[in-house]
């Protein structure tokens, strides 16, 4: 086991500024995309995809860091670019407003007051509102609200976008947003989580009748096993859900997700990409729902007061540190993430979700009263 300590800490958040310096010399104003292509991100062309903005929120992160006011024109520069993607409807028929929103407009509008960045992010919860099935009662994850294949169909990861509705209610006062967020994340709780503590990744329901149907997996390994970034996404995604209900079966919910996370932890504690597969599988990790998971452990200790988690957290942070971190031959921070296995899409690969949760583990480390983007802003 490693264990985590100030030294290995410092220099794993000097390695990781000395990348992000370096990524902002070569992106400019782009964007690199989702995963890296033999440990280097290519560009891509345009802010398109669920992925953009977790560049903008490590800038962010930086800046909390090191107090230098570089990181904090650099990030802010980008809140242009994401308004003229939700004004414009450019790709944006998806949940995962809330990662892409939270972090590149939540965030500087809770920093400076900047107007152009609320209206973007309000701009982004109406979208989702757009999505809500109201039979069913939840937010379809992708694509196309007709789709035979896409309709009704929900994801574990929406968990960590329905913050950006509690937030629309806060400023607005609209209560729409929080009661849509609200009726989504027990429908998640009620269906999403097996009774062995285990989840689907995605989970379809009947948008006539608002029935639940069934449960599929698209990047796990099988319908019924555990694909382990979702089970990473639901630690933090019911805390945070908690937080901003003050429900506590969506803290039992988080906790039912962590037990079973921690149970299947090989050796080195950074989970395989699915939670079938251990030790001697020859399977890939997915370093990212490692460094997920330190997140949600962390606000899982904080909100139940069990220091257990907070310790689990630290070894996987150090474990992270220790045998997965990116050298400067990588523009990434963190490499061995798996993307899409069943389609050999960024596998053994760097990830920027990886990445930008692992620098939040990091600015965890470092500034204990840091308060994560994605929670009410009290905390
Ligand atoms: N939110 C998509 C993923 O985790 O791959």
Same mark, same amino acid.
């Given at each position: 086991m490693t264990s985590l300590d100030v030294r290995s800490i410092g220099a794993a958040v000097t390695a990781a500024l000395r990348t992000v310096d370096a990524n902002l010399a070569e992106f400019g104003p782009h964007y690199p995309d989702d995963t890296t292509i033999g440990d280097r991100y290519p560009l891509r062309?345009? /802010? +398109? $995809?669920? &992925? &953009?903005?977790f560049w903008p929120g490590m800038i962010w992160l930086a800046h909390e860091l090191t107090g230098e006011e570089r990181y904090g024109r650099a990030a802010a520069a980008h809140v242009a670019g994401f308004a003229e993607r939700v004004h414009g409807r450019v790709?944006? %028929? &998806?949940?995962d407003l809330g990662f892409l929103y939270t972090l590149s407009c939540v965030v500087p509008w809770r920093r400076s007051g900047d107007e152009t960045a609320r209206g973007a992010a309000l701009a982004a919860a109406d979208h989702l509102l757009t999505r809500v099935h109201e039979q069913a009662g939840i937010i379809q994850a992708w694509g196309d609200l007709q789709d035979p294949a896409q309709r009704g169909r929900t994801i574990i990861d929406s968990l960590m976008n329905t913050p950006l509705l509690f937030w629309a209610t806060r400023v607005t006062g609209d209560e729409r947003y929080a009661d849509a967020a609200r009726r989504h994340v027990f429908q998640l709780r009620d269906h999403i989580i097996r009774a062995d503590g285990t989840t689907f990744h995605t989970f379809y329901w009947d948008p006539v009748t608002g029935a639940p149907l069934r449960g599929e997996t698209e990047q796990g390994n099988a319908d019924d096993s555990c694909w382990a970034r979702g089970q990473a996404w639901g630690i933090y995604g019911f805390t945070l859900n908690y937080r901003h209900t003050g429900d506590r079966t969506l803290l039992d919910t988080a906790r039912r997700c962590a037990d079973r996370f921690l149970s299947r932890l090989p050796a080195d504690e950074v989970a395989y990409w699915d939670l079938i597969f251990g030790d001697g599988s020859g399977e890939e990790r997915d370093s990212s729902a490692a460094a997920i998971a330190v997140g949600g452990l962390h606000e899982l200790a904080a909100a139940t007061g069990e220091p257990a988690y907070s310790s689990a957290a630290d070894r996987i942070l150090a474990s992270l540190i220790a045998g997965y971190a990116a050298g400067?031959?990588? /523009? %990434? !921070? !963190? !490499?061995? $993430? +798996?993307?899409?296995k069943p389609k050999g899409v960024g596998v053994d690969e760097g990830n920027l979700w990886g990445d930008y949760f692992y620098l939040e583990a990091l600015t965890r480390a470092t500034r204990p009263g840091w308060s994560a983007p994605w929670l009410p802003e009290e905390h």
């Open positions: 062309p345009s /802010n +398109v $995809g669920w &992925t &953009t903005s790709d944006i %028929a &998806t949940h400067d031959d990588s /523009n %990434a !921070l !963190l !490499l061995h $993430g +798996v993307y899409d």
